[in-house]
């Protein structure tokens, strides 16, 4: 999902974190620029990607034991 000022200039190294922490601190901010809406939307694709993934996984499972 694009996010506003993603046409703003980088500085080197600007955008990658330091760690576990400060990436899911970074992952929160994201999440809490978005409007109820917006955070409703990501939950929905994140969900269906989350499933057409899942499906693969039984396939596969399935495959092999079968």
Known sequence: MKQDGSDRSH???E???RGWDGHRRRQARMGLAL???QRL???E???EEMQ???GRAR???RA???
């Open 52 to 54: 057409r993934l899942l």
């Open 59 to 61: 396939t596969v499972r």
């Open 45 to 47: 694709q994140t969900m």
């Open 15 to 17: 955008g990658f974190d």
């Open 41 to 43: 939307r990501w939950l």
């Open 35 to 37: 409007s109820p809406l």
């Open 11 to 13: 500085r080197p190294g």
């Open 64 to 66: 092999r034991l079968g």
